[in-house]
């Protein structure tokens, strides 16, 4: 597993009482069709504006999640942590999101994460637009993210997610967050401070360990490699066994389907905090 900055060293305060079922989100219901300059993936274009991007249908996301829970369920663990949540649709949006999310011990996000990079230039100047706040850079895009132009002056559930706004919610109680997102584990990267993006904003917010993308998916691959992770974690592996096991998997599948074994199909994800 990855260290972020020296201060995930430090032990955290064990609560008494942790909440523990699954919260499984996929396919949000974006809104509008996705205009071109839609984002498939990763915001990684050295200039962009959070106004402009729209967010493409991810149908493959729902049965993602779908399969989270089934899985969670087969185990025999949806009884035994106390149940599972699927929100997907209009039903993934932000306001239900802050209010599932500390519920659970696990947080599994199929959607569009999104780091936007270096800001625009202003219009008028051509200089680059000064972000002081790192966290307003990147996001999850969630239901009506498409919409958000048309939300009310000042309603912060306008659909999109940012680090800001997760690092604001109590996730304490989080034992694993896992994005199947492509590139969710992109920040901007300060000297002394780590990678500032969604997995500082999770950290911040409390979650233990994040399971996360360093670049883009196979979407074929990722969902292997994901139902091989909860397969081996629902077996009690510990984190650091349950990722090393999945990319196994996932690399002994395609080199026995004589398919490419390019890192990138098995090798996109890793994992960061605790290793248990």
Not at 173 to 179: F, H, I
Request: aromatic share 6%.
């Amino acid at each position: 597993a990855y260290l972020s900055s020296e201060r995930d060293l430090v032990p955290r305060a064990t609560a008494t009482s942790r909440p523990a079922g699954v919260l499984a989100v996929g396919a949000p219901d974006f809104g509008e069709a996705a205009a071109p300059r839609s984002l498939e993936g990763p915001g990684t274009s050295p200039c962009q504006d959070l106004r402009s991007l729209r967010f493409a249908p991810l149908p493959g996301a729902r049965a993602e999640a779908e399969r989270v829970v089934s899985l969670w369920a087969a185990r025999g663990a949806g009884a035994q942590a106390g149940g599972s949540v699927l929100l997907t649709g209009s039903e993934a949006s932000e306001k239900t999101f802050k209010l599932e999310a500390p519920r659970n011990a696990i947080l599994h996000l199929a959607t569009h994460g999104f780091f936007l990079g270096a800001p625009c230039p202003d219009a008028a100047s051509s200089a680059p637009v000064a972000v002081d706040n790192p966290l307003l850079l990147s996001g999850l895009a969630l239901a009506g993210a498409n919409r958000r132009r048309a939300a009310a002056p000042g309603d912060d559930e306008d659909g999109v997610l940012t680090a800001e706004e997760i690092a604001g919610v109590d996730l304490s109680g989080v034992d694993w967050g896992v994005w199947a997102a492509c590139g969710s584990g992109l920040g901007e990267l300060r000297a002394g401070e780590g990678v500032l993006g969604l997995r500082r904003a999770f950290r911040i917010a409390g979650a233990r360990t994040l399971v996360m993308s360093l670049w883009e998916v196979d979407d074929a691959s990722a969902q292997s490699w994901i139902a091989n992770l909860y397969g081996s974690r629902l077996r009690e592996s510990s984190t650091m066994e349950a990722v090393r096991e999945a990319s196994l998997r996932v690399l002994r599948a395609r080199r026995e389907a004589g398919a490419s074994t390019h890192p990138f199909f098995w090798g996109p994800f890793v994992a960061e905090g605790e290793w248990r």
